[in-house]
């Protein structure tokens, strides 16, 4: 249940902030079409990046990578979902926003709630023990075997090979 909360939280202000960025910075106050497909495979592949373990760990950048392509994907998949199905008007005004209209169009409320939902997918895989360095085998200690010993065993074997007729 940590592991879900840690993800929703940190996709929800990664997408927010990518949102806010459009809606506050840009000014574009409403994403539909293409746009807002990119903006979705945009903040899915941040997301992917940046949640679960992070690229600056210890051999972790390859999985990082891996998951920014894969939330390319989920996040198209994710957007087209809420666009297609859960399209419902929000109650209130945001600023450049009238009330009433969809939340699928507004880039501050899609980022942030594609960001979360693929947030909680990534953590949830998460495995990360919280060790940089893989763990290694502790090694056996060779017991040394001292060198009358090696003079006998070399009597006990060239003996024994001559009875054999070798």
Do not use: C
């Not at 840009?26 to 903006?39: D, E, V």
């Not at 945009?42 to 990082?64: D, F, N, Y």
């Amino acid at each position: 249940m940590k592991r879900l909360a840690l993800g929703l939280l940190k996709g929800l202000v990664l997408g927010g902030a990518i949102g806010a960025a459009f809606h506050f910075g840009l000014g574009w106050t409403a994403a539909t079409g293409l746009l807002a497909y990119l903006l979705a495979m945009g903040v899915g592949a941040t997301t992917g990046v940046l949640t679960g373990k992070p690229p600056w760990r210890s051999q972790a950048w390859i999985e990082s990578v891996l998951k920014g392509v894969a939330g390319i994907g989920v996040g198209a998949l994710l957007y087209w979902l809420a666009s297609k199905w859960g399209a419902f008007e929000i109650p209130f005004a945001l600023p450049g926003v009238e009330a009433g209209t969809p939340w699928t169009t507004v880039p501050l409320l899609t980022a942030a709630g594609i960001g979360g939902a693929f947030g909680m997918i990534i953590e949830l895989d998460n495995t990360d023990d919280g060790s940089d360095a893989p763990k290694r085998e502790k090694r056996q200690v060779k017991a040394r075997v001292a060198a009358g010993e090696d003079a006998e065993l070399a009597e006990v074997l060239d003996g024994s090979e001559g009875e054999r007729g070798l």
